[in-house]
């Protein structure tokens, strides 16, 4: 049973337009949560991370929002840049001394010229 | 700065032979280790983590072994390879226990059984 979903597998936006990427998830006491970026053939790089006494987290063309109720995150990209077009993961965490993660199965964004 | 190195970058191996692949972080002490696996379109699935020398949690049954023989080091092993077991390794360190549990990734082992 998946923990995590984001249910779009693909998104292609206009550079300069906004990306909206989405991701769910299942368990209220989930409370931290981070987005990932990865090219191809390289490992995902950190991007922005929310907590759960936080609805929203910005950090310059990123913007990260939580809706705790919903069970529901989501991350905005404001311009987009060709140079964003890459798979985005959203991942949860437990605070309760929990040293995992646990990853959606990611959205691949295309930003086209 | 903390880096991650993690080798090969890619390796084709027959199945049934064994398998070893090495991860070692630099910059930091006692880190969290973890193994990840990336199947072809699918997510990242957590193997393995470590949170000290010698102290190994699995997550998921499989034909894959981890250790961790010094601080910094952490290997993923099989002694014979299924075809199952192709997929995209990735080692990531961390430094949080609960909040703020920021995971750094190395750039990955693309591992083809055939």
């Known amino acids: 049973d998946q923990q995590v979903k984001q249910n779009s597998p693909s998104l292609s936006v206009q550079e300069g337009r906004i990306s909206i990427l989405n991701c769910d998830y299942t368990n209220s006491m989930f409370d931290y949560f981070l987005w990932y970026k990865k090219y191809p053939a390289e490992g995902p790089t950190f991007l922005i991370s929310?907590?759960?006494?936080?609805d929203k987290n910005e950090d310059g063309r990123f913007t990260v929002f939580l809706n705790k109720s919903a069970k529901h995150l989501s991350l905005h990209i404001v311009p987009s840049q060709p140079g964003d077009s890459a798979v985005y993961f959203c991942?949860?965490?437990?605070?309760?001394?929990?040293?995992?993660?646990?990853f959606g199965s990611g959205t691949r964004l295309l930003v086209r010229p | 700065s903390q880096t991650i190195h993690q080798w090969p970058a890619t390796l084709v191996q027959p199945v049934g032979s064994p398998l070893s692949l090495e991860c070692t972080v630099e910059g930091t002490s006692n880190p969290n280790l973890y193994w990840y696996r990336q199947a072809a379109g699918r997510g990242l699935q957590l193997l393995f983590y470590?949170?000290?020398?010698?102290?190994i949690s699995s997550e998921v049954p499989q034909n894959l072994s981890a250790s961790r023989p010094q601080d910094r080091q952490f290997i993923l092993s099989s002694k014979k390879l299924l075809l199952s077991d192709s997929g995209f390794y990735l080692c990531?360190?961390?430094?949080?226990?609960?909040?703020?549990?920021?995971?750094?990734f190395g750039a990955g082992t693309r591992l083809s059984v055939l």
């Open positions: 991942a949860v965490q437990r605070g309760d001394s929990s040293y995992k993660l646990i």
């Open positions: 929310i907590s759960s006494i936080k």
């Open positions: 990531a360190w961390g430094r949080g226990v609960g909040g703020d549990n920021i995971q750094y």
């Open positions: 470590s949170v000290g020398i010698g102290q």
